[in-house]
């Protein structure tokens, strides 16, 4: 069941967004070689408590951590741990939190200098597939319109898109209807309305669109180890065209 929120429930899912997109700057921010992510994992539970929200991901069907960091070739869900961040690497951080009844969720993925041009070109690629997919959140339009958008940029630029993970509804649940996939299939899927809030998040490959789970049941990686890269934003269809929640003030 698709749950349209009211104009109030958007303010206080702004003000959810701001704390979100204010830890995820922070913690980018640290990530740089010499750090391990269980360094950023803790500072982003420092940061988030001083705001006075939750951390949503810890606890949430069993997932330890505050954070996901995925680097390199992994996907999504990466646990933070001893792994120390090394020039070249990249990390998709993922984050989210709870505060005053209702969830935001974003992602960003951090490049420590210096990146190979080829996965730099992956980060760039996949942060515009974003953008491309948020411009179609318009009253009227179809949710595969958002797939599409997403699908035609991250293929045309040679690179492929994980199928078996995408974005979601959200509000006081973590994840609602409806999924939000990263590529068209055969339906248009739903119409967009105002007061539909999504969390838009492709996950791109430089290799092939194959992943598979880790032992840990966690941790998302691509079958032919080739990096990934994700970025995520909350976001609210609004008469005005797509709101970005997760974003700091101004």
């Known amino acids: 069941m698709i749950a349209l929120k009211s104009k109030r429930e958007i ?118 597939c974003l953008y491309r997919g948020i411009a179609e959140m318009l009253p009227g339009n179809h949710l595969s319109d958002i797939g599409r958008a997403i699908q035609t940029h991250a293929e045309s630029a040679g690179f492929s898109l994980v199928r078996e993970f995408g974005g979601h509804g959200i509000g006081r649940k973590m994840h609602e209807d409806p999924m939000v996939l990263n590529y068209v299939t055969g339906g248009r899927g739903i119409r967009l309305k105002t007061g539909l809030v999504l969390a838009v998040e492709p996950m791109v490959n430089q290799g092939g669109k194959e992943v598979e789970i880790l032992a840990d049941g966690w941790t998302v990686v691509t079958c032919d180890r080739s990096p990934s890269a994700h970025f995520e934003h909350t976001i609210a269809v609004t008469d005005n065209g797509p709101e970005i929640l997760t974003q700091t003030a101004g």
Do not use: W
Request: proline share 3%; net charge negative.
């Open 11 to 128: 303010e206080i899912m702004r003000d959810c967004g701001r704390i979100v997109a204010e830890v995820l700057a922070e913690v980018g921010q640290k990530c740089r070689a010499g750090v391990t992510t269980l360094e950023l994992d803790r500072a982003a539970a420092a940061a988030t408590a001083k705001k006075g929200a939750v951390a949503a991901f810890k606890g949430y069907r069993g997932y330890p951590a505050s954070l996901c960091t995925s680097v390199n070739h992994q996907v999504v869900h990466g646990i933070p741990g001893d792994y120390v961040v090394k020039e070249g690497d990249i990390v998709s951080i993922d984050f989210g939190v709870l505060y005053r009844g209702y969830y935001g969720d974003s992602a960003i993925t951090v490049g420590i200098p210096p990146v190979a041009a080829d996965t730099a070109r992956l980060l760039e690629v996949t942060e515009q």
